[in-house]
């Protein structure tokens, strides 16, 4: 069953066109992440479902019903926002129970839905405190069962996580994730950290200008990316790009500089094969050392910097004249100025026409 709905969605800006002809239909109980760089649209797109911008064309159906010009209290939803948004004046008893006090719900109603938000957010201990009493970490807690308390079908997010510190980050993703496994409720969640997106979504929608990329699971994203901006957006470090030339039919190979890597093991997702191409390969599917010398392609490179980073080593090199990054052992030594032998499988890697960028 279909939770959102949204269809040929455009929002324009006077000339400038912000959204365009949006397409996205979100399952009930799915966790959908809209992934993107600043000034791509997804916050923007949250704000259209959510009835906080009118939309220029299309419709937004929510739960089956047209909500593309209703109030955003009649559409079901609950919002999270980047900013806590508490009323300093009032306990997280009192921001709790503000909304549902508005809409002149019984006080036995609204007693029962903020202990059942408290026990899910395990804020029962700060509800008599005040927003300044509380860390960052527990107003967003606070920020999330505002919306809880609502007991709406529809829960958007918007880059919550943002304002905390990287250990607060890490904690408040697994909490949300946990939220989502017991509530089954439908969430958007809009962010620009990949990060925050491969962990939580189901299915994660990378949006360029106004535009929706892709549209798959976080694996699928990551290891198949449709276009060069796709592959380059995802991953940290990025994935290695290679400049060359598709030569042959059957057993083509792609060449650059005096360097042919086999792709007879590459699944190509097309017959034609452009002459210029871009080759990409994830630093994480780089071999190094003896056991390059076992991958279909190996070649010697020259490092340039070493970035031992606990678990693993992030090692810069040179291939080609340009930089080539891989990822090792943290326990390997390695060290500046070192010429060793790197390799990888031309199967896990990414082809894109170099023309239209999209996937080989």
């Known amino acids: 069953m279909t939770s959102v709905s949204i269809k040929d969605l455009c929002l324009n800006f006077g000339e400038v066109k912000v959204l365009k002809n949006l397409n996205l239909d979100i399952a009930d109980g799915e966790f959908l992440v809209l ?8 916050s923007t797109l949250l704000n259209c479902i959510a009835g906080l911008l009118d939309v220029s064309e299309g419709q937004i159906f929510i739960k089956d019903k047209n909500v593309t010009w209703e109030e ?3 559409r079901g939803i609950g919002m999270v926002f980047q900013s806590y948004a508490l009323y300093p004046q009032m306990s997280v008893e009192g921001n709790l129970s503000f909304g549902l006090k508005n809409a002149r719900m019984p006080k036995d109603e609204i007693a029962k839905r903020i202990a059942r938000a408290a026990e899910v957010l395990q804020i029962e201990p700060l509800l008599q405190r005040k927003p300044a009493q509380l860390s960052g ?20 997010f918007d880059e919550p996580l943002s304002n905390l510190d ?29 990060i925050e997106a ?20 976080p694996h699928e994203i990551y290891n198949r990316p449709v276009n060069l901006y796709v592959a380059g957006f995802m991953g940290s470090p990025g994935m290695n790009f290679i400049e060359g030339e598709i030569s042959g039919a059957g057993e083509s190979s792609f060449n650059f500089a005096s360097t ?3 792709l007879s093991r590459y699944p190509f997702v097309r017959d034609d094969r452009p002459n210029k191409a871009v080759f990409g ?12 010398a076992d991958e279909p392609f190996s070649i010697e490179v020259e490092i340039e910097v070493v970035e031992p980073m606990g678990a693993d080593t992030l090692v810069w090199a040179v291939l080609d004249g340009k930089e080539f990054r891989f990822r090792v052992d943290g326990q390997s030594v390695l060290q500046s100025g070192q010429t060793v032998r790197i390799g990888f499988d031309p199967a896990k890697a990414s082809i894109f026409d170099a023309a239209s960028e999209l996937r080989l």
């Open 35 to 42: 992934l993107g760089p600043s000034g791509c649209g997804k």
């Open 72 to 74: 955003p209290k009649d």
């Open 260 to 262: 042919q890597i086999p």
């Open 137 to 156: 970490g527990q107003r967003q807690r606070v920020a999330i069962g505002r919306a809880l308390v609502r007991d709406v079908d529809v829960f958007l």
């Open 198 to 217: 491969l962990t939580l979504a189901d299915r994660i929608a990378i949006m360029r200008n106004g535009i929706i990329q892709q549209l798959d699971t």
């Open 166 to 194: 990287a250990k607060l980050r890490a904690e408040l993703r697994v909490e949300i994730k946990r939220l989502h496994h017991r509530l089954k409720n439908t969430m958007i969640y809009v962010t620009h950290d990949q």
């Open 281 to 292: 390969i994830r630093p994480e599917h780089v071999s190094c050392g003896d056991a390059a």
